[in-house]
């Protein structure tokens, strides 16, 4: 459906086969903490209360995201932090040559506290975790422009730069590093809710019957083009009489013992497959895919 590369399954893997209650290992990653302090109080200028700039570009380095960045043309690439509000940090990856600068990639994180409220019995409801929220992600290739091999998805002004299973695998370590037990991601689109689907669950066990169901009905079209026919209210909810609006909803990949194995359970699997009969989606017959560019 969606061509994403080797290296992410890779990484996708790894994280999901972490033991959490065995301890942690930060493959590699060897940087000592400044200081530890939490997102919720002013580190100083760290990211996270934790991160240096330059602290952050020897991660960059080491972890090879930079040297991808070059490859692509962008000689100078440097970070930029902005922590002045203790609740929202935000880091952008910026390039600047010629008297230009050119925003590459941008992150803004949050904390939150996921309570567990699901319609089944679990040890686990009514347990709290702190979690990293991923308010906005964007990595953009702002030199390149859309073809068929990097169709253009709703949302996007430039094609991505091909690191995010590296961005993803840094975003665990950097919410392990800040003692946070998960990490909360809300995709607004649907094509987002895709990419991270085999990792992130969505906490409402209906938001997540509705993900499935809809690959369910309409899984055989490439992503681009269901993305796009649910973005121009193509796919049609037949239980609702109306077009599909994509929902905003919470996805979760919990980081500890217990809470790790909640969403993989088959108490939760269950829970889903019985919901998923609540959907029904099926594309207009109408409508027309269009190759979309800038």
Partial sequence: MFKINQKFWEIVDRLLDIRFDDGWADWELEDQPFFGLDINKRGGGLFLGYYSESGLELIFEK?????????????QPTIELDTDDPYRHRLRVVNREKGRTQKLIELIVRRETVCVD????TPQNGKRYETLAIEWLQMQDV???FDKRRPRLPGQNHP???VASEALELLV?????VHLQGIVNIPNRFHNAYFYSRIFHYENPSEQAKLKAVLRDLGKMPVV?????IEEGAVWDKKEQKPLQWF???????????????????????????RMKDYAFELDKNWKFKEHSV
């Fill in 118 to 121: 699901l319609p089944f019995d």
């Fill in 63 to 75: 972890y090879h995201i930079f040297d991808k960045i070059r490859a692509r043309g962008y000689c």
């Fill in 160 to 162: 991505g730069l091909g």
């Fill in 248 to 274: 905003v909803g919470r996805q979760v990949f919990p980081l500890i013992k217990g809470w790790s194995g909640l969403y993989r359970s088959r108490d939760y699997a269950r829970e889903v497959r019985r």
């Fill in 225 to 229: 083009e269901l993305a796009w026919a």
């Fill in 143 to 145: 030199r390149r422009t």
């Fill in 173 to 177: 370590i950097a919410a392990r590093r």
